[in-house]
Structure formats: C-alpha cells, structure tokens
C-alpha cells in the first residue's frame, strides 16, 4: 500500500494552553504590527501629538497582553503536555542533530513523514521566532517607559527626565515644559539602541512570520497532517501513533 494511500488515525498532539498561547499571539502580532506601522508613519500622515499618545498608549495595552501571553507560554513548557514542554520544542536532547540531518536528507529525496510535534528542523525555527518574541516584548516594555511612562519602568524614565528641578509625577508625553531638557535628552539617547533594535526586529519577525506560514501551509499540503487545523482542534493525522 504507498503512502499515499495509507488510511491516517487522528491523534491529540496540542493541548488547549498551547492553542490559546498561539491565537492569543497572532492577534496581539497582528495588532501590534499594524499600530507600530502607523506610529512609524505618525509624521508622514499628520497625526498631532494626542494622537500619537493615544496611538502609543494602546500599543502598550496590546503588549501588555503579549508579553503576559508569552511569559505564560514559556511557565507552560516546564508543565505542559509532552508536545509543549521545551524538551519537545527546543533543539537539544540526545540525537538531536542525527534527527535533523535525517530529516533534512529525506526531504532532499523528496521525501516527506508528517511529525506529530515540531519535527527538527520545526524547533530550530521555533527557537528563533520565540527569541525574536522575546527581544521584541523586552525592548517594548523599555520603550514604553520612555516614550509614555508606562509601566514597568515608566517611573524610573520620568524621574530620569525631570531632572534635580521638576516633578516627576507631572511628567507627561509630549509635553517638554515638564522635563528639564538635559535630563531629557540623556534618557532619549539612552533609549536610542532600544528603539533602533525594537524597529529592526519588528521587520525581522513580520519575514519570520511569513516563513512560517508559508512553511506551515506548504507542509500541511505535503505531508497531510492536519497541520493547521490542529492548531484549532489540537489533533493531528498521522499513519502511525506518535512515538511519544
């Protein structure tokens, strides 16, 4: 009987805290994606300062919920199910590397089995898409301090920017009569290598992204698994029960 034809059995492979960690996430990229490319455009599309306040402002809310999201995320891969837990995810463990080379020989055979986690070459690009996570939610919470004093540095930025002579707590956004200007200057250059680097990894992991979906689409058509779906119901189709 080919391949082709062998009869597939559905098996649970993602439990239901890894496919809200999943969703939850797109929608937060999403959302961020499309705020940060407005605030990126601020000046170019005249949009006035409380605008701009506001605009920043729900991009923080938004992070905030990213950021808990994924935080939640990594605590899960210490206790979640077999498929979730960093052993799983990650690329380490006894016989990585002989797995990964396998794999990557017999798909330049043409030849393709369905995994029922991540295969080899699925955690190597895992691992990147979850630093490239990581750096962006870290540098945010930064900018999020200098740019509208949010939390959970948002106090220690306006203290930074009013300097020996102005009030902290009447620090605002936007508004230069409430900073002394050389206190100001110096947070702001401070931030420059946050932003630069928030940026960056912004258009790094929009291309991750697009990877991954292409690679995802491209292999559940290949290797008939479900692979999309699964995401949604947590169960696969694989010819055989998963070896784990």
């Given at each position: 009987?080919?391949e082709e034809?062998?009869?597939?059995?559905?098996f649970?492979?993602?439990?239901?805290?890894?496919r809200?960690?999943?969703?939850i996430?797109?929608?937060?990229?999403?959302?961020?994606?499309?705020?940060g490319?407005v605030?990126l455009?601020?000046?170019?599309?005249?949009?006035?300062?409380?605008?701009?306040?506001?605009?920043k402002?729900?991009?923080?809310?938004?992070?905030?919920?990213?950021?808990?999201?994924?935080?939640?995320?990594?605590v899960?891969?210490?206790?979640g199910?077999?498929?979730?837990?960093?052993?799983?995810?990650?690329?380490?463990?006894?016989?990585?590397?002989?797995?990964?080379?396998?794999?990557?020989k017999?798909?330049?055979?043409?030849?393709?089995?369905?995994?029922?986690?991540?295969s080899?070459a699925?955690r190597?690009?895992?691992?990147?898409?979850?630093?490239?996570l990581?750096?962006?939610?870290?540098?945010?919470l930064?900018?999020?301090g200098?740019?509208v004093?949010?939390p959970?540095?948002?106090?220690?930025f306006?203290?930074?920017?009013a300097?020996?002579?102005?009030?902290?707590e009447?620090?605002?956004?936007y508004a230069?009569?409430?900073?002394?200007?050389s206190?100001y200057?110096?947070?702001?250059?401070?931030?420059?290598?946050?932003?630069?680097?928030?940026?960056n990894?912004?258009?790094i992991?929009?291309?991750?992204?697009?990877?991954?979906?292409?690679?995802?689409v491209?292999?559940?058509?290949r290797?008939?698994a479900?692979i999309?779906?699964?995401?949604?119901t947590?169960?696969?189709?694989?010819?055989?029960?998963?070896?784990?």
């Open positions: 009987m080919s034809s062998t009869p597939r059995l559905e649970r492979i993602w439990d239901r805290t890894t809200w960690f999943h969703w996430n797109f929608i937060c990229v999403l959302g961020l994606a499309g705020i490319t605030i455009n601020a000046g170019d599309l005249g949009v006035p300062n409380d605008g701009k306040i506001l605009l402002t729900t991009h923080v809310t938004v992070g905030y919920v990213f950021v808990l999201n994924l935080l939640w995320r990594i899960w891969g210490f206790f199910g077999p498929y979730s837990r960093w052993t799983a995810v990650l690329p380490v463990g006894r016989g990585y590397f002989s797995r990964l080379s396998a794999q990557l017999d798909t330049a055979r043409g030849h393709s089995d369905a995994h029922a986690g991540h080899p699925g190597l690009a895992v691992t990147v898409l979850f630093l490239a990581a750096v962006q939610g870290t540098t945010g930064v900018l999020a200098t740019d004093y949010m959970p540095f948002g106090g220690y306006a203290e930074w920017a300097g020996p002579d102005m009030d902290p009447a620090v605002r956004p230069p009569d409430t900073v002394d200007k206190s200057d110096e947070m702001r250059a401070f931030r420059k290598p946050f932003i630069g680097t928030h940026v990894n912004f258009y992991l929009l291309g991750l992204i697009v990877l991954h979906v292409v690679a995802v491209f292999l559940d058509i290797e008939r479900s999309i779906s699964a995401m949604f947590g169960r696969k189709r694989l010819q055989r029960p998963p070896d784990r």
